[in-house]
């Protein structure tokens, strides 16, 4: 069975993150909608400039691969103000955020469709892979498996 790390390492590093998004997420990923994603928690010791997204039920696979112009926390006033570029009224980011003071937001630069999408049984069974609510850093040798397992172009 072929392994590899899901975990970042010094022995394998890399700059990629695996987000899981909700499934009325999905059609706003495939038409590129957007160009900000928030999140109440992201990376703090590695900065992302890969992002895999990882659709949860009923479809449950990788479908996408984004380049991250930037990512920064900001007070959620300062994000309030952006979420037209995220495809979310105010209102719903508004209710995202109740109870924390500041939101990450990556800046999508390019959202890349996977040409095959990476199926939950796949990872899973092949790669001990377990969608996570926040993020998961990827190795490099794991980066290299989902872009070749999702027809990704380099």
């Known amino acids: 069975m072929p392994r590899f790390s899901l975990k970042w390492t010094e022995d394998d590093p890399s700059r990629a993150i695996i987000l899981t998004f909700h499934s009325a997420w999905e059609s706003r990923i495939r038409d590129g909608l957007f160009r900000a994603i928030f999140r109440k ?7 992302p400039d ?26 959620v006033k300062q994000a309030l103000e952006l ?3 995220g495809a979310i009224s105010k209102s719903d980011l508004e209710r995202y955020a109740i109870g924390y003071s500041e939101l990450l937001v990556y800046r999508i630069r390019q959202i890349d ?3 095959k999408p990476v199926d ?9 892979y377990f ?17 070749s397992l999702g027809g990704f172009s380099s």
Do not use: C, W
Not at 120 to 128: D, F, I, K, S
């Open 41 to 47: 928690m992201g990376p703090r010791q590695i900065e």
């Open 50 to 75: 890969t992002l895999y997204a990882y659709v949860a039920r009923p479809l449950s696979a990788i479908i996408a691969r984004m380049s991250i112009n930037e990512n920064v926390f900001v007070p």
């Open 83 to 85: 979420s037209d570029e």
């Open 113 to 115: 469709l996977a040409s």
């Open 120 to 128: 939950y049984e796949t990872l899973a069974q092949q790669y001990g």
């Open 131 to 147: 969608p996570s609510s926040t993020f998961i850093p990827l190795s490099g040798s794991g980066q290299k498996v989902l872009d």
